[in-house]
Nanobody
Framework: VQLQASGGGLVQAGGSLRLSCVAQ???????????MAWYRQVPGKQRVLVAS???????NYADSVKGRFTISRDNSRKTVSLQMNSLKPDDTAVYYC?????????WGQGTQVTVSS
């Protein structure tokens, strides 16, 4: 498994969760040259970008999560995290970790996030 995600769960609206993804098979030199991202998908809909971060640490967010979610990376641990605050029921989805370097893309196995109202 290239990307191992964890941290999903059930939370009430207004609560917080933190997702983590370890690029366990990436070498350090490859990881720091890799863009990382979190996507989410609900049944019957396309997978959409939630947040991304470049190898140099520049973040980008979907409008729907700006101000509530924070993406970060720890290159020494080959890890990318997504801190999700002020969660809403609309954030309910399966969240997928993604890595992209050149033409090579990997996906994690997905972790369920459920926000109850």
């Amino acid at each position: 498994v290239q990307l191992q995600a964890s941290g999903g769960g059930l939370v009430q609206a207004g609560g917080s969760l933190r997702l983590s993804c370890v690029a366990q098979r990436h070498t350090f030199s490859v990881f720091i040259d890799t863009d990382m991202a979190w996507y989410r998908q609900v049944p019957g809909k396309q997978r959409v970008l939630v947040a991304s971060i470049t190898g140099s640490g520049t973040p980008n967010y979907a409008d729907s999560v700006k101000g509530r979610f924070t993406i970060s990376r720890d290159n020494s641990r080959k890890t990318v995290s997504l801190q999700m605050n002020s969660l809403k029921p609309d954030d309910t989805a399966v969240y997928y970790c993604n890595s992209k370097r050149g033409q090579t893309t990997y996906w994690g196995q997905g972790t369920q996030v459920t926000v109850s109202s």
